[in-house]
């Protein structure tokens, strides 16, 4: 069995009271993933799974619809995909120095990156880590401009490193 996180798009604080972390967790466990925890909030869901990527994202979409939320999209990344992420590390003095400014987009696959996304004319800098995109906003990802589904023409979520670290730690020993 493979160790997955499905990460969920527009899920937040608004969507909790109709969604609870726990309940969520309950859903999958029920739908046969293997020792589902939640990380942090309904939108990181930790799993063991024998199941395809496509079949994955077609339960647990099912399951958030479940509750009434139609606007989530389902990302799936395995156990790998995360240690690579966190070992490329691509800026290594932001993720100490301003971690909560450095963000991970989770894309469905890996594409050619366009050269606008990866060399922006802005103060961001971008690196491609597999199916990934690390982008070290410097002191501030609201005030960027950097709009990276409008260059990959591709939909995306997002999670700071902080929070990438933290799903990485509780899949590692899975």
């Known amino acids: 069995m493979t160790v997955y996180v499905a ?8 969507s909790h009271a109709t969604m609870r972390p726990a309940a969520l967790r309950d859903k999958a466990e029920e739908a046969g993933f293997t020792d589902p925890v939640n990380y942090l909030a309904t939108g990181n869901l930790i799993f063991s799974s024998s ?15 479940g509750f009434g939320l139609k606007t989530s999209e389902v990302f799936i990344a395995t156990k790998s995909q995360i240690k690579s992420i966190v070992e490329a590390d691509p800026f290594p003095e ?6 909560a400014s450095v963000g991970v987009c989770f894309f469905h696959k890996a594409m050619d990156w366009p050269d606008t996304l990866l060399d922006p004319r802005s ?5 491609a880590v597999g199916a990934a995109v690390v982008i ?3 002191k501030g ?4 401009k950097l ?3 409008k260059l990959t023409g591709a939909r995306m979520t997002q999670r700071n490193w ?3 670290l933290g799903i990485w730690q509780r899949m590692k020993d899975r």
């Open 7 to 14: 990460l969920l798009r527009a899920i937040g604080p608004i």
């Open 51 to 65: 199941k395809s990527v496509a079949a994955m994202k077609q339960e647990i979409t099912g399951l958030v619809e």
């Open 94 to 99: 932001a993720s100490k120095d301003h971690p």
């Open 123 to 127: 103060p961001e800098k971008v690196a």
């Open 136 to 138: 070290d906003y410097g």
């Open 141 to 144: 990802i609201t005030t960027s």
């Open 147 to 149: 709009n990276v589904e």
């Open 162 to 164: 902080n929070t990438v």
